[in-house]
């Protein structure tokens, strides 16, 4: 059976994105993955400098970092996620609304491709046409 | 006046002024072969987009990153946990920076296997090897910024390799990371590479890719060439741009999505005094160039393995760069053997990040 090369293109993009997608997840995880202070630890470490990180580092960060309570003292992990369940709640109904927004626009511009390719195929605007008139 | 000729005025007067309209004949002039292989061609833009992304996002993670040793890891962790959205623009900015590259890559790969890049189109193919080189640059570089254990890692473990070069590698380190080992010189050095150094030099060959794209125009698929039976053509505007955009809108769909749902995270603030943690891997696509490092044995001959794993893939990457002047077949050729080679070292690749992912 002869394979042909779109066909072989496609496998190679569709493994590429699965590899992108696979190889991102596990970075993530290789980050996350390390032990997670305990919330009683997590007190005790914003308090006292981290055992990981050195003690020249921390003391400058002490000393020149503004005073900025919500982020945590550095040695710590930081989960990406909303702050807050407002706004995670509106994250998400901005993703809903962009997925219906994308499938309007996608039959929009179908309909738009089909109408210039039409006009195209009619030589509509055609510099022939534009002579004639 | 209605609203409809206050438009048809507000147009005539920025035409008058911008000569807009003659833009719009030449791209409504130029035309776009419409083949089954023109799905490789969306590929162009689709990159631009990201790098669009990549800049506006950037610009935002700049007002607030701050690249110090103090201040490198706490300001990504504030613009995470403090900044509005923060975390949301920086995910977008790690995601869309990973799309580019595989983009890049996959643009790259079907030019290399369609042999678009023969003759006149030589130097459209060595500014493309160029700006995969800048991508993957802005990768490497960008990937320090965090400064979490993990990237100082894997800076240590990049920088390292030039090393393995004779003569000249210990230079090259040394010029990488602003002293003998990486420090805070080196996080202040990538930052400005990633920032200045690497947005100008990209945007001066994209420059030169886009003027030889426009000047030479897209090359035909090979059977078209060897057939000489005339091919299917399409207006740029607004034919193409709308066959583009309905490409734009999904792949912006899927970057948001993968950007909400899978966000990276922050390590540890790095300790320029621990250990490197076990197990420690590159980003993907830099996977099987690793992976071709690690199964060189120590010793071959009277060299060292690493330096003859260096100059092998330094050698590689000089006949991909000068790759349309080995193959000087006329557009129409086949070359059934340089197709071959092209697919097996796409299955090297794909074969060698597989083996380093399961590692």
């Known amino acids: ?133 | 006046m209605n609203a409809g000729q206050w438009w048809t005025r507000f147009r005539s007067w920025l035409d008058d002024r911008l000569g807009w309209g003659a833009v719009l004949a030449f791209l409504r002039q130029k035309k776009v072969p419409q083949t089954r292989h023109t799905i490789w061609a969306y590929t162009g833009s689709a990159i631009l987009l990201f790098f669009i992304i990549q800049v506006v996002t950037g610009i935002i993670l700049a007002f607030y990153y701050r690249p110090t040793l103090e201040g490198a890891n706490s300001s990504v962790a504030r613009i995470m946990n403090e900044i509005p959205l923060g975390w949301a623009v920086r995910s977008i900015h790690s995601w869309s920076a990973t799309f580019m590259i595989a983009l890049v890559m996959v643009h790259l790969t079907s030019i290399w296997i369609l042999k678009s890049y023969r003759r006149p189109r030589e130097v459209t193919w060595m500014s493309g090897v160029l700006l995969l080189i800048c991508t993957v640059a802005f990768g490497f570089t960008g990937y320090l910024l965090p400064w979490d254990d993990l990237s100082l890692a894997a800076t240590k473990v990049g920088t390292d390799i030039p090393r393995a070069i004779p003569l000249v590698g210990n230079f090259f380190t040394k010029l990488l990371r602003g002293g003998e080992d990486v420090s805070g010189d080196t996080l202040t050095r990538f930052f400005g590479i990633h920032i200045c150094v690497l947005p100008l030099a990209l945007l001066a060959v994209l420059v030169v890719h886009i003027f030889l794209i426009q000047r030479l125009g897209m090359s035909l698929p090979l059977e078209a060439e060897i057939k000489k039976k005339p091919v299917k053509e399409i207006p740029f505007w607004p034919n193409f741009i709308f066959r583009e955009m309905i490409l734009w809108l999904f792949l912006l769909g899927i970057l948001l999505s993968l950007a909400v749902f899978l966000p990276p995270g922050l390590g540890a603030s790095a300790d320029l005094r621990a250990p490197a943690p076990e197990g420690i891997k590159p980003e993907w696509y830099f996977l099987f160039l690793f992976q071709t490092l690690k199964i060189f044995p120590a010793h071959v001959l009277f060299m060292s393995g690493e330096t003859l794993a260096v100059l092998f893939i330094m050698a590689g990457g000089l006949i991909f760069f000068f790759y349309p002047f080995l193959d000087t077949k006329p557009a129409s050729a086949k070359g059934k053997v340089l197709t071959a080679i092209a697919w097996l070292f796409i299955a090297y690749a794909l074969a060698l990040s597989i083996w380093s992912l399961l590692d």
């Open chain 1, 1 to 133: 059976m002869r394979i042909s090369m779109v066909r072989l293109g496609y496998v190679l993009a569709a493994g590429l994105l699965a590899l992108l997608v696979v190889g991102n997840f596990l970075t993530a995880q290789q980050t996350s993955s390390a032990p997670q202070p305990r919330p009683a630890e997590k007190k005790a470490a914003a308090a006292r400098p981290s055992p990981t990180t050195s003690a020249p580092v921390e003391t400058k960060v002490a000393a020149t970092a503004p005073a900025t309570p919500a982020s945590p003292p550095t040695g710590q992990e930081v989960v990406p996620k909303p702050p807050s369940p407002k706004e995670q709640m509106g994250v998400y109904v901005f993703m809903a609304w962009l997925w219906a927004a994308i499938i309007v626009l996608v039959f929009i511009l179908r309909a738009k491709v089909r109408e210039a390719d039409r006009l195209f195929e009619a030589r509509y605007l055609s510099d022939d046409k534009h002579s004639h008139t």
